[in-house]
């Protein structure tokens, strides 16, 4: 069950929350979004707003606030149903954040993070979908586990599946809500293992994962849950895949239609990137030429195939120009950066010590500029966190013992607008694209495009008086011209994408200094403490309802009961 946290709340009963004044991403309007009524006890409230439910003070003196929350229930029985209208003046609605790079170590490193644990990190990065690597212990290769031939490095999480009832890593992450009994503030796809064992001596079989794909393309029926988290891409990321398993693992790919995620970097030996910083530091380096020659690969590959290979946290600017020419040929090849490729440099290790030590290494300050020059070209389809916990323990190790890798969901949109937006390279509106359009159609999915759905909503409402009503008569100004409003209970859930009840709220224009004390994440691994950075999620909507919301009490106009004809259609 989930462990007790002081950021959730006891409000009672169902709530309709109204956002008034939002302006949408992409097209610049000011509009007011209804969620349909739900339950909040399941939000995280690292605001306040709901953290004690109870409307503004009263004109005229009396009781400062009527606490409605402790009336859940009317008289006859039924459950009450009330109306919660947000002043969302200055802040931006945008489809939610994809992160197509997540690493959430359950089963086998629960220590480090758990399902629960990085989806509340995500959820707090206003992210509602992530794509979970296959590098768990055991691997995600869709092979049943048996104990008897299981490595000891396994046995935490043979142990983990076991108490879920599970005997497949795939099975016991799809069914994971359910056998742990709570609610993900987050939705999560899978990746699959390129090779059996993460091991790149043997492509998987996708008879072992096949009846884990998308319904419309796995063979077996698949369950509520399995549909729900299906496998969406191929890759043994921590690790290339190898140059003895790609032909087949290509194969694999264009077969079921799933692109490889390629770990794009290859090296055995070297802690940080090879240049005067390491030699300075008496550590061995890693040549730039070590991302080169898996991206030309992976380029080459994709040229004689067909196979769309997608470059995982590309980093120099070596690989950037191999990558624009490829894309200028056509190729089917994407790539992705991470954050601290944007932020950080490898003469930053020189401060941050281990918490700067990740695989791909940080490059020179030269690799820095070209990154960002990149991402602003277009020559980078996606930003994603490659987001790694690890125990402070671990990480304190000294830069050669300590494992790679550093968290990224709670920071990232934050570092990337300071990086990106703040400094000219991108707009608000890029970044949006970077961090959820994207990712989400590499994920298989698209962002709800919400200028159309609210012309599709208007074109349907003919009779929508008391619609307009709710939203220019609760938490509007009376004089303030009239807007449209995005009714989320108003759309019909078999005729749109899922995803178009997921969304993130947001505060572009803020800013605010890193906290890892007050992460959701179980991990402290970062090397952005004490950074000021801009912009920040406000709320997360996942399926509809508040999964997150750090949005203060003070943005709170009225709490109405919801009877009859008062309620938004």
């Known amino acids: 069950m989930q462990p007790p946290d002081a950021s959730r709340h006891a409000a009672r ?63 006859d029985g039924s459950v009450c149903e009330r109306s919660i209208h947000i002043d969302a003046d200055g802040l931006t609605i945008a489809p939610g954040l994809c992160d197509p790079h997540v690493h959430f170590r359950d089963p086998g490193q629960r220590d480090k993070e758990d399902m629960l644990s990085g989806c509340r990190a995500a959820a707090a990065g206003g992210f509602t979908t992530v794509l979970l690597m296959p590098n768990t212990a055991p691997a995600m290769d869709g092979r049943h586990v048996d104990v008897a031939s299981a490595g000891s490095d396994d046995a935490d999480g043979i142990q983990d599946m076991r108490e879920s009832g599970h005997d497949s890593v795939i099975d016991y992450l799809q069914h994971y809500a359910q056998s742990h009994g709570v609610v993900l503030p987050a939705k999560f796809l899978l990746s699959v293992c390129a090779s059996v064992g993460r091991s790149g001596l043997k492509a998987s079989d996708p008879q072992d994962w096949m009846r884990y794909l998308r319904s419309e393309i796995a063979l077996d029926p698949s369950d509520a849950a399995m549909a729900e988290h299906p496998l969406v891409a191929i890759s043994d990321d921590g690790s290339a895949v190898t140059s003895r398993t790609l032909a087949e693992v290509g194969a694999n790919a264009r077969r079921f239609s799933l692109p490889i995620l390629d770990h794009c970097e290859h090296h055995e030996t070297g802690v940080m990137n090879d240049g005067v910083t390491s030699r300075h530091l008496g550590l061995p380096g890693i040549p730039a030429a070590t991302e080169l020659a898996i991206v030309a690969r992976d380029i080459e590959f994709a040229r004689q195939t067909g196979t769309h290979m997608h470059l995982q946290h590309v980093s120099t600017a070596l690989a950037f120009d191999a990558i624009r020419k490829a894309k200028g040929e056509g190729l089917p090849v994407t790539c992705e950066t991470a954050p601290h490729y944007l932020a950080l440099c490898d003469e930053d290790v020189q401060r941050f010590q281990t918490l700067a030590k990740m695989n791909p290494p940080l490059r020179s300050a030269a690799d820095r500029d070209a990154t960002i020059a990149a991402v602003a070209d277009g020559t980078v389809d996606m930003l994603a966190t490659d987001h790694a916990p690890h125990t402070m323990h671990e990480k304190m190790q000294g830069m050669v013992k300590s494992p790679n890798g550093i968290i990224g969901l709670e920071t990232a949109y934050g570092v990337c607008h300071r990086v990106l937006v703040d400094s000219g390279a991108i707009d608000d509106e890029r970044l949006i694209e970077l961090m959820s359009v994207a990712p989400a159609r590499l994920m298989g999915f698209e962002a709800p495009d919400i200028p159309r759905l609210l012309d599709t909503q208007a074109a349907t409402a003919e009779d929508s008086d008391n619609v307009e009503a709710e939203s220019q008569g609760n938490g509007s100004d009376r004089g303030a011209p009239e807007r449209r409003i995005l009714d989320l209970s108003g759309l019909n859930r078999s005729a749109v994408n899922s995803s178009a009840f997921d969304y993130t709220i947001l505060d572009t224009r803020g800013t605010w200094t890193v906290k890892s004390a007050n992460f959701h994440s179980k991990a402290r691994n970062t090397p952005f403490e004490g950074m000021k950075v801009s912009g920040r999620a406000q709320a997360t ?26 309620k938004l259609r």
């Open 13 to 75: 009963g169902l709530f309709r929350v109204v956002f008034h004044g939002l302006r949408v991403w992409n097209s610049g309007e000011i509009i007011d979004v209804a969620l349909p009524p739900a339950a909040l006890n399941d939000a995280i409230d690292d605001g306040g707003l709901f953290s004690n439910l109870q409307t503004p003070a009263t004109q005229g003196g009396g009781s400062a606030r009527t606490a409605l929350s402790q009336e859940p229930v009317l008289p």
């Open 541 to 566: 909507i996942l399926d509809g309802r508040i999964a997150f919301s750090r949005i203060p009490a003070s943005r709170l106009t009225e709490v109405s009961r919801l009877t009859g004809e008062d």
